[in-house]
Protein backbone atom coordinates (compact mmCIF):
# COMPACT_ATOMS: atom_id res chain seq x y z
CA UNK A 1 0.00 0.00 0.00
CA UNK A 2 2.53 2.61 0.63
CA UNK A 3 4.46 1.79 -2.52
CA UNK A 4 1.37 2.61 -4.26
CA UNK A 5 0.55 6.01 -2.44
CA UNK A 6 4.43 6.64 -3.35
CA UNK A 7 4.17 6.07 -6.93
CA UNK A 8 0.66 8.24 -6.47
CA UNK A 9 2.72 11.25 -5.11
CA UNK A 10 5.58 11.12 -7.44
CA UNK A 11 2.74 10.96 -10.28
CA UNK A 12 1.28 13.54 -8.90
CA UNK A 13 4.28 16.42 -8.70
CA UNK A 14 5.24 15.25 -11.91
CA UNK A 15 2.06 16.36 -13.16
CA UNK A 16 1.57 19.43 -11.21
CA UNK A 17 5.48 20.70 -12.22
CA UNK A 18 4.69 20.48 -15.29
CA UNK A 19 1.19 21.92 -15.99
CA UNK A 20 2.78 24.68 -14.35
CA UNK A 21 5.62 24.87 -16.57
CA UNK A 22 5.78 28.19 -19.12
CA UNK A 23 6.71 28.97 -22.98
CA UNK A 24 8.15 31.95 -23.02
CA UNK A 25 5.55 34.86 -23.49
CA UNK A 26 2.78 32.55 -22.84
CA UNK A 27 -0.37 33.53 -20.93
CA UNK A 28 1.17 31.42 -17.72
CA UNK A 29 4.78 33.64 -18.43
CA UNK A 30 2.48 36.59 -18.38
CA UNK A 31 1.01 35.95 -14.82
CA UNK A 32 4.38 35.19 -13.39
CA UNK A 33 5.42 38.71 -14.92
CA UNK A 34 2.42 40.52 -13.68
CA UNK A 35 3.50 39.01 -10.53
CA UNK A 36 6.86 40.00 -10.37
CA UNK A 37 5.77 43.71 -11.62
CA UNK A 38 4.27 44.30 -8.51
CA UNK A 39 7.27 43.22 -6.30
CA UNK A 40 9.46 45.50 -7.99
CA UNK A 41 9.69 48.54 -6.41
CA UNK A 42 11.69 50.25 -9.23
CA UNK A 43 8.49 49.54 -11.60
CA UNK A 44 5.46 50.02 -8.95
CA UNK A 45 7.28 53.49 -7.69
CA UNK A 46 9.18 54.53 -10.50
CA UNK A 47 6.21 54.30 -13.10
CA UNK A 48 3.52 55.64 -10.21
CA UNK A 49 2.75 59.09 -12.87
CA UNK A 50 3.25 57.20 -16.16
CA UNK A 51 0.39 54.82 -15.04
CA UNK A 52 -2.09 57.86 -14.45
CA UNK A 53 -1.51 58.38 -18.33
CA UNK A 54 -4.21 56.48 -19.22
CA UNK A 55 -7.18 58.65 -21.54
CA UNK A 56 -9.13 58.17 -18.33
CA UNK A 57 -9.93 54.02 -19.13
CA UNK A 58 -8.53 53.36 -15.52
CA UNK A 59 -5.84 51.08 -17.07
CA UNK A 60 -2.71 50.95 -20.01
CA UNK A 61 -1.86 47.76 -21.90
CA UNK A 62 1.35 46.52 -22.66
CA UNK A 63 1.58 43.66 -24.84
CA UNK A 64 4.53 41.68 -25.93
CA UNK A 65 5.14 39.04 -28.90
CA UNK A 66 8.47 37.09 -29.42
CA UNK A 67 8.63 38.44 -33.37
CA UNK A 68 8.89 34.86 -35.16
CA UNK A 69 5.51 33.75 -33.18
CA UNK A 70 3.75 36.43 -34.88
CA UNK A 71 1.17 38.97 -33.29
CA UNK A 72 -1.59 36.26 -32.12
CA UNK A 73 0.76 34.64 -29.85
CA UNK A 74 0.48 37.95 -27.83
CA UNK A 75 0.43 38.17 -24.26
CA UNK A 76 -0.93 41.50 -22.39
CA UNK A 77 -0.28 43.49 -19.32
CA UNK A 78 -2.98 45.34 -17.82
CA UNK A 79 -1.39 48.03 -15.97
CA UNK A 80 -3.94 50.41 -13.44
CA UNK A 81 -2.73 53.49 -11.14
CA UNK A 82 -3.93 52.63 -7.44
CA UNK A 83 -2.03 54.55 -4.13
CA UNK A 84 -0.01 56.48 -6.00
CA UNK A 85 1.42 53.38 -7.29
CA UNK A 86 1.51 51.54 -10.48
CA UNK A 87 0.11 48.19 -10.37
CA UNK A 88 -0.38 45.00 -12.62
CA UNK A 89 -3.98 43.82 -12.46
CA UNK A 90 -4.26 41.12 -14.92
CA UNK A 91 -1.83 39.34 -17.41
CA UNK A 92 -2.35 36.87 -20.21
CA UNK A 93 -3.92 36.90 -23.23
CA UNK A 94 -5.37 39.54 -24.65
CA UNK A 95 -8.85 40.39 -22.89
CA UNK A 96 -10.17 42.39 -26.08
CA UNK A 97 -9.90 45.78 -25.12
CA UNK A 98 -8.90 48.22 -28.38
CA UNK A 99 -5.30 49.25 -27.72
CA UNK A 100 -4.85 53.32 -27.88
CA UNK A 101 -1.20 53.56 -28.77
CA UNK A 102 -1.28 57.14 -27.49
CA UNK A 103 -1.37 55.58 -23.72
CA UNK A 104 -0.85 51.71 -25.08
CA UNK A 105 2.60 49.87 -25.82
CA UNK A 106 2.93 46.75 -27.88
CA UNK A 107 7.00 45.74 -28.08
CA UNK A 108 8.25 42.44 -29.97
CA UNK A 109 11.34 41.54 -30.61
CA UNK A 110 13.49 38.37 -31.81
CA UNK A 111 14.31 35.63 -29.32
CA UNK A 112 17.32 36.59 -28.95
CA UNK A 113 17.21 40.35 -28.55
CA UNK A 114 14.82 39.35 -26.06
CA UNK A 115 17.31 37.65 -24.21
CA UNK A 116 20.12 40.35 -24.98
CA UNK A 117 17.36 42.81 -23.20
CA UNK A 118 16.33 40.63 -20.03
CA UNK A 119 20.15 40.39 -19.29
CA UNK A 120 20.58 44.12 -19.44
CA UNK A 121 23.95 43.41 -21.96
CA UNK A 122 25.61 46.34 -23.73
CA UNK A 123 23.67 47.72 -26.46
CA UNK A 124 20.49 45.72 -25.41
CA UNK A 125 19.68 48.10 -22.50
CA UNK A 126 16.26 50.41 -22.98
CA UNK A 127 17.46 53.24 -25.20
CA UNK A 128 20.00 51.01 -26.93
CA UNK A 129 17.38 48.06 -28.06
CA UNK A 130 14.66 51.21 -29.03
CA UNK A 131 17.21 52.99 -30.95
CA UNK A 132 19.15 49.99 -32.60
CA UNK A 133 15.50 48.63 -33.66
CA UNK A 134 15.96 45.22 -31.83
CA UNK A 135 12.99 46.42 -30.11
CA UNK A 136 10.01 46.80 -32.23
CA UNK A 137 7.79 49.28 -30.61
CA UNK A 138 4.32 50.93 -31.60
CA UNK A 139 2.77 53.10 -28.62
CA UNK A 140 4.02 56.90 -27.06
CA UNK A 141 7.80 56.74 -27.71
CA UNK A 142 8.60 60.85 -25.72
CA UNK A 143 6.31 59.05 -22.95
CA UNK A 144 8.69 55.91 -23.08
CA UNK A 145 11.97 58.18 -23.21
CA UNK A 146 10.84 60.03 -20.16
CA UNK A 147 10.91 57.07 -17.85
CA UNK A 148 13.98 55.42 -19.39
CA UNK A 149 15.53 54.32 -16.22
CA UNK A 150 12.39 51.82 -15.31
CA UNK A 151 11.72 50.74 -18.66
CA UNK A 152 14.87 49.41 -18.93
CA UNK A 153 14.11 47.43 -15.68
CA UNK A 154 10.62 46.34 -17.09
CA UNK A 155 13.02 44.88 -20.23
CA UNK A 156 15.02 43.54 -17.53
CA UNK A 157 12.44 41.60 -15.97
CA UNK A 158 11.20 40.26 -18.78
CA UNK A 159 14.66 38.30 -18.99
CA UNK A 160 14.25 37.31 -15.19
CA UNK A 161 10.57 35.49 -15.14
CA UNK A 162 10.55 32.12 -15.94
CA UNK A 163 12.41 30.42 -18.82
CA UNK A 164 13.36 32.62 -21.59
CA UNK A 165 13.99 30.19 -24.07
CA UNK A 166 11.94 28.46 -26.20
CA UNK A 167 12.16 26.54 -29.50
CA UNK A 168 7.97 26.36 -29.72
CA UNK A 169 5.68 29.47 -30.16
CA UNK A 170 3.01 29.80 -27.30
CA UNK A 171 -0.12 29.04 -27.92
Not at 112 to 122: L, P, R, V
Not at 136 to 163: T, Y
Request: some cysteine; hydrophobic content about 35%.
Amino acid sequence: MLKKLTIIAIATVGFTTSSMASEFMDASWAKQMCSAWNKSGTLTKGLASWSTNDKKRGYKLIQLYRSHCGTKSRVQLTIISQGGKSHCKSAGKPDGKKMNYSVDYLMNASDEDWKCMGKGSFGCGAMGAMMSGKLKFKGPKVEAMKVMSPFGSFLKLVGSVGKNESKTCPR
